[in-house]
């Protein structure tokens, strides 16, 4: 009598584990399905760069909801950078990154070219607006003006789009014996200054 009450018990319990087990193991797989639907969908909706903020909410056991905000942390980047060295070019962080995606064109090398040629525009003919030593040939001490910022800003990326990434020239190493020719003898040191401030902008 007593074995078969062992038994019975025995065989109630590990019924009951194995249903417990199978209830946990289906909200398991359905929790872990619909995340990894959420993320995939989520990767779809990232724009093309790798500068990404992401925040999110815990997940709940049992709940397939995940919020995720993004936001494109570039101009953030560059802001700070811009800040950091006190550039007149701060408030213009957002507008460089977007006249540069519209380009497609790295939007740190129109930045670093302004520091490398002007101190990011302040060290510049006063009230031109070129900070990028635009137009201004050898033995010239002054070159184009522009109208303000945005209209500068413009104008740089249009040139460097069509002038160089157009023809496959898209680091500061290529572009550097074309916009800086006289920087080749004292040993590319326009393209090292460009990529030195580039890379800081990781």
Same mark, same amino acid.
């Given at each position: $009598?007593?074995? *078969?009450?062992?038994? *019975?018990?025995?065989?109630?319990?590990?019924?009951?584990?194995?249903?417990?087990?199978?209830? *946990?193991?289906?909200?398991?797989?359905?929790?872990? !399905?619909? #995340?990894? =639907?959420?993320?995939?969908?989520?990767?779809? $909706?990232?724009?093309?760069?790798?500068?990404?903020?992401?925040?999110?909410?815990?997940?709940?056991?049992?709940?397939?909801?995940?919020?995720?905000?993004?936001? !494109?942390?570039? /101009?953030?980047?560059? &802001?700070? %950078? *811009?800040?950091?060295?006190? #550039?007149?070019?701060?408030?213009?962080?957002?507008?460089?990154?977007?006249?540069?995606?519209?380009?497609?064109?790295? %939007?740190?090398?129109?930045?670093?070219?302004?520091?490398?040629?002007?101190? =990011?525009?302040?060290?510049? /003919?006063?009230? #031109?607006?070129?900070?990028? @030593?635009?137009?201004?040939?050898?033995?010239?001490?002054?070159?184009?003006?522009?109208?303000?910022? !945005?209209?500068?800003?413009?104008? $740089?990326? !249009?040139? =460097?789009?069509?002038? %160089?990434?157009?023809?496959?020239?898209?680091?500061?190493?290529?572009? @550097?014996?074309?916009?800086? /020719?006289? #920087?080749?003898?004292? @040993?590319?040191?326009?393209? &090292?200054?460009? &990529?030195? %401030?580039?890379?800081? =902008?990781?």
């Amino acid at each position: $009598m007593r074995k *078969l009450m062992i038994l *019975l018990v025995w065989t109630c319990a590990t019924t009951l584990s194995l249903i417990l087990s199978i209830l *946990l193991l289906k909200s398991y797989v359905k929790t872990k !399905d619909g #995340s990894a =639907l959420l993320a995939v969908q989520a990767r779809e $909706m990232l724009p093309k760069n790798s500068y990404q903020l992401y925040a999110a909410l815990p997940q709940v056991l049992g709940n397939s909801t995940i919020a995720v905000a993004k936001e !494109d942390a570039r /101009p953030v980047l560059l &802001r700070q %950078f *811009l800040q950091k060295y006190n #550039s007149p070019l701060m408030p213009y962080a957002q507008t460089l990154v977007t006249v540069s995606d519209n380009n497609d064109i790295d %939007f740190r090398l129109i930045t670093s070219i302004a520091m490398c040629e002007s101190n =990011l525009g302040k060290k510049m /003919p006063q009230g #031109s607006f070129n900070a990028w @030593g635009y137009a201004i040939y050898t033995g010239q001490s002054a070159g184009a003006n522009f109208e303000n910022w !945005d209209h500068a800003i413009k104008v $740089m990326a !249009d040139y =460097l789009a069509k002038n %160089f990434y157009s023809r496959g020239l898209t680091t500061p190493e290529q572009i @550097g014996p074309i916009y800086a /020719p006289p #920087s080749v003898e004292t @040993g590319n040191s326009w393209a &090292r200054c460009v &990529r030195r %401030f580039m890379d800081e =902008l990781i």
